[in-house]
């Protein structure tokens, strides 16, 4: 008999353990892993390797770095995150990194500031830093050498405190020594403080530039979110969590000359690829459920419209420019961008030809069908990278458990969510091809390099190289190498060299009208752009801008159309009669004519009309008309309704009604957003014999208002 103890005994264990795992919580998410660990996580491009450089307990949050011109690693801890920071105890900081033996991995860090709410970004300036933490922009400095901030001054203070994912961000120096920043169109009205009384500058619907040399800050065109490029062309290219490429081809200081655009739209999506992403992870439970009702909700609307879980972009984070000269060269240029949320890096490659006037981003000729980096481990957050002095690209990782603010999840899906699973976890990564070799990179210590030292590095082939030699030049301002920078300027072989000449020229307030006559004959098209940008600062260069709008290279004659339209009337209209005429199917050409005050003016009609325009039908052309209406119902200026009504009598318009509606629906947009209650003769007139002559009821209500 008791030989039947122990196969009873081992019965009820395992029906003991069967039925405690059955009525055990299933795990929803998935536990850390180490540096180790997550580094056999990643799926890396062939050809290239890994290393982390940097991790916890070292750094925590890590969202943003920034390395000075002496080699010293500045990385912002974004601790605040995820949650609204505390105005008074904030609890973001900023550490210096110090790799004391030399060998490519930091070995300590040092306070540099700490407790203050919702510090983005940072970037070198004047010996300290420039650091966005909303509502402010802050210059900080250590004074003494122990690399602790104990001077900080505000700058700008009034940028939108809200959500932490779409604040003033990604301070990055422009080939035009202008500093760049997204701001992801939020509202603010931002004063400067160093000048007492100054006129605040309103922020809603548009990013932030500033010249910190000159006390000038203002608007700039798109609405980033976290992650900002500048090509060597200086062109922009911003990240939004689910547009991952974006730019602005018309700055906000040609787009806004005047108030009467219908639309002042600056965002155009450049990806040729669209959402998709090739993810190894699975969605996270919260994200599967939430996209699961929101698409039970569509379907019951019958709405076309797809909410996707996972393998498309919702978490695009930290676009970066790759210039360095460590990988193989056809990454030179690459536009590497962070989905946060499918845990990976995606690789853009820009081209734009002659006959383009924007880029076009597609994937890399090897990331078909994969990303350059993607990994399985579900913590992995790729925030941004740093293209590096050595060649390399730094990839910074906020490693945590949950990367979405808790405002965007339904509080039932809360449950079992630890959102500050992570919060002391951190790491920096650097990417290098395989068989690169350290021993070749020499610390910069260019705080102590002669002023003609820097002027060499302007034709470095590492961008780290040529921005932070410029950005020193035009601190110092030492005009003594005025000579030296237009050699290298008419010398150089490659175009971002002549250009680092041309705007270190500008920044030293050296820049004469002869060298813009050289730029504007350059070979290289992207060198023209520039100096028809320039030429805008020289009248007696008017001229030649003018010509230009015969220019072989497209993107060139779009330059020449923004520049064109500053310049008077009489010199600006036919200069945009002779583009419009010759691009009128492009629709970019029509905004840009558009955007100057001659190019709305009804001055503008009798000019196209002479040139032919209006003998042939078009998109755009309508556009054109209706825009040019719209302004003339806003404005309600002098002259400018009887113009239109002359146009449609005009012989081969009276013929095609198209134009008459095209009127029409100018004429009334712009009435209604003017909220104008009464309106001048000469346009009640125009108002009234375009009614009877149509019966156009919208017209009718138009009269009967007034």
Same mark, same amino acid.
């Given at each position: ?31 850390? &892993? ?36 002496? *080699? ?62 909303? /509502? ?63 006129? %605040? ?80 992870? %699975? %969605? ?106 050595? *060649? ?29 699973? #992570? ?9 290098? %091809? ?8 020499? &610390? /910069? ?15 470095? /082939? ?102 064109? #339209? ?15 005429? &010759? ?67 005009? /012989? ?35 108002? &009234? ?8 009821? #919208? ?8």
């Amino acid at each position: 008999m008791p030989t039947l103890r122990y196969p009873f005994f081992i019965v009820i264990c395992i029906l003991f353990v069967f039925f405690s795992c059955k009525d055990a919580p299933e795990k929803k998410y998935p536990d850390v &892993k180490t540096v180790e660990e997550e580094i056999r996580s990643f799926q890396l491009a062939e050809g290239f390797t890994v290393r982390n450089v940097a991790a916890e307990p070292q750094i925590v949050m890590p969202v943003s770095m920034a390395i000075d011109e002496d *080699g010293i690693t500045y990385v912002v801890q974004m601790s605040d995150y995820p949650f609204i920071a505390d105005a008074v105890n904030g609890k973001c900081s900023i550490k210096v990194l110090l790799d004391q033996n030399d060998d490519g991995v930091y070995d300590s860090s040092i306070l540099f500031v700490g407790k203050v709410p919702d510090i983005t970004s940072v970037i070198p300036c004047k010996k300290g830093l420039l650091v966005t933490a909303a /509502p402010h922009i802050f210059y900080m400095k250590d004074t003494t050498g122990d690399f602790v901030a104990d001077k900080i001054d505000t700058l700008f203070s009034g940028f939108f405190t809200g959500n932490s994912e779409a604040q003033i961000t990604n301070l990055t120096y422009g080939l035009d020594n202008w500093i760049y920043a997204n701001n992801h169109g939020q509202a603010g009205q931002v004063t400067y403080l160093p000048q007492a009384g100054s006129a %605040p500058l309103s922020m809603g619907g548009h990013d932030f530039r500033f010249r910190p040399d000159k006390g000038l800050y203002e608007a700039e065109s798109g609405t980033g979110q976290y992650g900002l490029a500048l090509n060597d062309f200086n062109h922009r290219f911003y990240t939004q969590n689910t547009l991952h490429i974006q730019t602005s081809p018309i700055a906000w200081r040609y787009l806004h000359r005047h108030d009467a655009l219908a639309s002042y739209r600056a965002d155009k999506n450049i990806s040729d690829h669209d959402l998709e992403m090739f993810q190894l992870t %699975p %969605p996270p439970y919260w994200r599967k459920v939430r996209s699961e009702r929101r698409q039970h909700t569509y379907d019951s609307l019958k709405l076309n419209q797809t909410e996707w879980p996972d393998k498309h972009f919702t978490g695009a984070s930290g676009a970066t420019f790759y210039g360095g000269d460590a990988f193989p060269k056809e990454y030179y240029g690459s536009i590497f961008t962070g989905d946060v949320a499918g845990n990976l890096v995606h690789r853009d490659v820009l081209t734009r030809n002659e006959d383009d006037i924007v880029y076009t981003a597609s994937r890399g000729g090897k990331e078909k069908d994969k990303e350059f980096l993607a990994s399985t481990d579900s913590w992995f957050r790729p925030a941004t990278f740093y293209s590096g002095p050595d *060649g390399n690209l730094f990839l910074i990782d906020m490693y945590r458990q949950h990367i979405e603010t808790p405002v965007s999840i339904p509080e039932d899906l809360k449950a079992g969510m630890d959102f500050y699973a #992570g919060n002391d976890k951190g790491r920096i990564y650097l990417i290098t %091809p395989a068989d690169y070799d350290r021993k070749n990179y020499k &610390k /910069p210590n260019l705080s102590k390099a002669a002023t003609t030292e820097l002027v060499a590095l302007l034709a470095h /082939p590492n961008v780290w190289w040529r921005t932070t030699a410029q950005r020193l030049m035009v601190e110092r301002q030492d005009k003594s190498v005025a000579a030296a920078l237009r050699e290298l300027f008419q010398t150089a072989a490659e175009p971002y060299a002549k250009l680092r000449a041309l705007y270190t020229l500008d920044g030293l307030d050296a820049l004469t009208a002869e060298d813009i006559t050289i730029a504007l004959n350059d070979k290289a098209p992207g060198v023209r752009e520039h100096g028809i940008m320039l030429a805008e600062k020289f009248p007696a260069l008017a001229g030649e801008i003018v010509k230009a709008i015969d220019e072989p290279a497209k993107f060139v004659v779009f330059q020449a159309v923004l520049s064109a #339209g500053n310049l008077s009337k009489d010199k600006a209209i036919p200069a945009l009669v002779h583009a419009l005429d &010759k691009y009128s199917a492009d629709s970019l050409f029509t905004v840009a004519v558009l955007t100057s005050e001659p190019g709305i003016s009804a001055a503008m009609l009798p000019a196209l009309e002479k040139a032919g325009y209006f003998k042939t039908d078009g998109k755009f052309k309508q556009e054109y008309v209706a825009a040019v209406a719209y302004a003339s119902g806003f404005r309600d200026d002098a002259g400018s309704a009887p113009a239109l009504m002359k146009l449609l009598s005009s /012989p081969g318009v009276t013929e095609n009604s198209a134009w008459e509606k095209s009127v029409i629906s100018g004429l009334m947009r712009g009435v209604k957003a003017s909220k104008r209650t009464k309106h001048s003769a000469e346009l009640t007139a125009v108002i &009234k014999k375009l009614a009877e002559k149509t019966k156009d009821e #919208g017209l009718q209500k138009l009269l009967s208002a007034s």
